[in-house]
């Protein structure tokens, strides 16, 4: 846990010197796609959309709970303001057309070969393999090198932390499984292949979603640069030392105001917003100030997405929650 909290806040630091010059956005570079291990060659095409017979999750998930109507948290004006006070003042949208940006996932069928793991940091919270990871399987730019694939099939979604592939397997800083069909947590104190121990792919805004749906039903995945020394459920894992109780916890949950005024949203823009309004977003890794997680995919409309950036921290509350694990 103590190597992951010091390499996390190292992230942050590239991070932070990535967006200061113009190299990146946090978990991004500007080298391309491929994987930092020399992976080349990923999977041809934009992702397509999961399986109707596969949800993401349980309707009654975390995830994919309304809180619109959710109690405000009597520090939610303190969590709020640390954030505020420790840089970046509004939404920015961490995916776009660029294939440097956002998180690329794969969908599979039942039939995929199983290939195996080797965890290099945290196996001992890690899931064992094999796992379903086609030998193109597409590689977040950037140091973070997530690798998302979803078995729709057995509904099972199968998520690598620096991932780099080896032979006939892939290397991997941490791995986790999830069973898309149950509510089931990881162990507390564990992490995933997401700071916070929680699925990464059930926080990303997807294009068939956002644009072809034309609405999000789940919470999306937020960073924050400074994160509070524990977690709330459904995250299991903490990733700072900071003992201020104002910073945020991993697992906390934020919304957007029902008071802000999002009618001069458009597109995509808008249906993200009105996620952000029912579902809210959930902290679940250090990175940079309100960088809110989305696919990687070439048909997103950037000029579209851009117009979140006006929407301000200020205009978030956080919803209130249960006990923080130290």
């Not at 940006?101 to 039942?110: D, F, L, N, S």
């Not at 890690?126 to 399987?137: F, K, L, M, T, V």
């Not at 149950?182 to 926080?203: H, V």
Request: glycine share 12%; with cysteine.
């Amino acid at each position: 846990m103590k190597n992951r909290i010091l390499s996390l806040g190292l992230l942050s630091v590239i991070a932070f010197w990535l967006v200061w010059t113009g190299g990146g956005l946090w978990g991004c570079s500007s080298n391309g796609a491929s994987s930092p291990g020399g992976s080349s060659g990923g999977v041809s095409g934009d992702p397509p959309a999961i399986s109707s017979d596969c949800t993401v999750f349980p309707a009654d998930n975390p995830w994919n709970l309304d809180i619109s109507g959710e109690p405000v948290d009597s520090n939610s004006n303190g969590y709020i303001q640390f954030i505020l006070d420790h840089g970046g003042d509004f939404v920015h949208p961490d995916f776009g057309s660029n294939p440097d940006y956002g998180i690329p996932y794969e969908i599979v069928t039942g039939d995929q070969a199983l290939v195996p793991v080797t965890f290099t940091d945290f196996g001992d919270e890690s899931d064992p393999g094999p796992y379903p990871i086609p030998a193109n399987a597409r590689v977040e730019a950037g140091s973070d090198g997530h690798v998302l694939v979803v078995d729709q099939d057995n509904c099972v979604l199968y998520e690598l932390y620096v991932a780099e592939k080896s032979g006939s397997g892939w290397n991997a800083a941490s791995g986790a499984k999830f069973d898309l069909k149950s509510n089931a947590l990881r162990p507390d104190g564990w992490t995933s292949a997401d700071a916070a121990g929680l699925p990464i792919f059930a926080g990303l805004a997807r294009y068939d979603e956002a644009v072809e749906q034309g609405e999000i039903r789940h919470a999306l995945r937020v960073t924050f640069s400074t994160t509070q020394a524990g977690y709330i459920h459904p995250a299991t894992h903490k990733a700072s030392d900071e003992t201020d109780l104002n910073a945020p916890p991993m697992g906390l949950r934020l919304r957007l105001k029902a008071s802000y005024d999002i009618s001069h949203l458009t597109g995509a823009a808008l249906v993200v917003a009105e996620a952000l309004k029912k579902y809210g977003m959930i902290v679940a890794d250090n990175g940079s100030n309100w960088y809110i997680s989305g696919s990687t995919d070439s048909r997103w409309n950037d000029d579209d997405l851009d117009q979140l950036k006006s929407v301000p921290g200020s205009a978030f509350e956080v919803v209130q929650h249960g006990t923080i694990q130290h």
